[in-house]
């Protein structure tokens, strides 16, 4: 128990360092109780930990409160630093595939816009794309606009340009 109050260099942590870590580790099994059943299993967490993550999800207000302070003493017991990179690596697909979709939808915006700067763009981030096709989309999708239809081109736009990204992407993983 005293070494807790103490670094590796033998000075003194402060309490409201031990705090701040404390909170830290109650955050994470907040996230942790949050999580689906199948990223749960895909964390390969430690039984105890496991079964009072599944225990927290039942459980409201003042008993849910007091739980996770009960497991944030349990994670603080199995390396919470290994279970935060594991929960992040779960997470980084989807970072992914958002900042692939952001990438999309600044382009289909930019070609609504008219600014066909972007295509160099597009033709360096999804090779074998075919721009031709991209600013003839952006053509009817422009005319679409301006003659109050639809926005159906802008669309099909949209997923033309998705569907090139993720190919690129595929293609970049292989």
Known sequence: MLNDFFSDDDSP??????KREHHGIKALGEEL???????????????SVR??????RRLKHGALQRH?????????EHNPAQIREGLN???EPHRIDVRLLHDVERWRDALLAG??????E?????AGVNLA???????????????????????LLFTFLRQARQAAVAGADQ
């Not at 109780?33 to 039984?47: F, H, K, W």
């Not at 996770?68 to 994670?75: D, I, P």
């Not at 600013?135 to 159906?152: C, M, V, Y």
């Open 13 to 18: 942590i402060s309490k409201s360092a031990l």
């Open 33 to 47: 109780v949050a999580l689906g059943d199948r990223q749960l299993r895909r964390l390969g967490l430690d039984e």
């Open 51 to 56: 079964d009072a993550v599944i225990e927290g």
């Open 68 to 76: 996770l302070r009960h497991l944030a003493n349990l994670l603080s």
């Open 89 to 91: 690596a779960l997470r």
């Open 115 to 120: 600014d066909e700067d972007c295509l160099t």
């Open 122 to 126: 597009i033709s360096a981030r999804c």
């Open 133 to 155: 096709t991209v600013q003839q989309l952006a053509r009817d999708a422009r005319a679409d606009r301006e003659h109050g239809r639809p926005p159906k081109n802008a669309r």
